[in-house]
């Protein structure tokens, strides 16, 4: 018999390709995108407005250089409380955003914000990153270059600050962590979107509940192949990424900080499960430690934002309270001890 041919077959795979790649570009965004709840045009908009910090240049040690923001928030002249930002996963600039994205905090504060290097001014993050930032963009230079920022800044501030708050957004949360643990200087740390799982874990218990699609294991064997490539890209990013980061355990460095930490997350994540933030304050809790603060937004995404709100003014707001009660907490100490017997 002659075969017949059926349209079915090709079909269904053009649908299926279809929605790899709708689901491709989908966690690419959600990736590059964690920054804010803004659309392309909002954030492309806001910085050639006004509003937008103007860019300033740091250079570092060995020669390189990252674009940075520096602005305050609050009534104070001299704020007493510095808090710091480092990149974001993929090359967005931190213009986009900046200051709206901390409207929430009702401290006075001195807040820098350090773009990844080889990041522009004006990078809305969409286009190719290029092939410096993808040979740059690696957890080693990510704790070096934050960590010899954070020095520079805080030495040649005076008088000195009393708070020196560090803050994680996804991606950010492992070099916030991490130069926490390497930096006596940091007081607090902030965290959205991220928890105690690897990367590996994240996209494996996303993919058990049906939040992603696609075959973790089989891209994962595919980046093993061929680890150092920045010209093969899986779901936005390229292998030499993921092979860096997915099998990263945040929880010990999260373990070795004794310093205030509030963690938010959406209970809606499709980026890091919630399951991810609830694994670390139960370890927290096995280890005695009461230093961990966990804050889960009902029916909320990767960026806090749920039913057209956005929650990241509370988180903001709950990180300016905890902020005021262990800064007054350390000086009502402080005090006490001066007193005469």
Not at 58 to 69: A, E, K, L, V
Not at 210 to 236: H, L, M, Q, T
Not at 286 to 306: C, F, M, Q, T, W
């Amino acid at each position: 018999m002659t075969p017949r041919f059926s349209w079915a077959a090709p079909k269904m795979v053009r649908a299926l390709n279809l929605n790899a790649m709708r689901t491709h570009r989908r966690l690419a965004l959600l990736l590059v995108f964690a920054l804010s709840g803004c659309t392309t045009i909002q954030r492309t908009a806001h910085m050639y407005g006004s509003e937008a910090p103007p860019p300033l240049s740091f250079q570092y040690r060995d020669g390189g250089s990252s674009i940075y923001y520096s602005f305050s928030v609050g009534d104070a002249s001299q704020p007493d409380t510095a808090i710091f930002f480092y990149g974001a996963t993929g090359c967005p600039s931190w213009k986009s955003v900046m200051p709206g994205y901390v409207n929430g905090l009702t401290i006075s504060a001195r807040v820098f914000v350090l773009n990844k290097r080889f990041v522009p001014d004006r990078s809305i993050g969409l286009l190719d990153c290029g092939r410096e930032f993808y040979l740059a963009n690696n957890p080693n230079q990510w704790i070096a270059d934050y960590s010899e920022f954070i020095a520079a800044q805080l030495d040649s501030n005076a008088p000195k600050f009393k708070n020196v708050v560090l803050v994680g957004v996804s991606e950010g949360a492992l070099p916030a962590t991490k130069v926490a643990g390497l930096t006596p200087e940091i007081t607090h740390v902030a965290i959205i979107g991220s928890g105690g799982y690897s990367m590996h874990k994240s996209l494996a218990t996303l993919a058990q509940r049906g939040a992603i699609w696609f075959d973790v294991e089989s891209g994962w064997k595919k980046i093993s192949a061929d680890p150092r490539s920045i010209k093969k890209d899986w779901y936005g990013n390229p292998y030499r990424w993921w092979s860096d980061v997915m099998d990263i355990d945040p929880l010990p460095d999260f373990l070795k900080l004794n310093i205030p930490i509030i963690v938010g997350i959406g209970e809606n994540d499709e980026s890091v499960p919630v399951e991810s933030a609830l694994f670390l304050e139960s370890k927290f809790k096995e280890a005695g430690k009461n230093n961990l603060i966990l804050k889960v937004y009902p029916e909320s995404d990767h960026r806090l934002n749920g039913n057209g709100n956005s929650h990241r003014n509370e988180f903001f707001a709950e990180l300016s309270r905890l902020v005021q009660q262990t800064h007054n907490a350390v000086e009502r100490d402080a005090s006490l001890l001066q007193k005469p017997p």
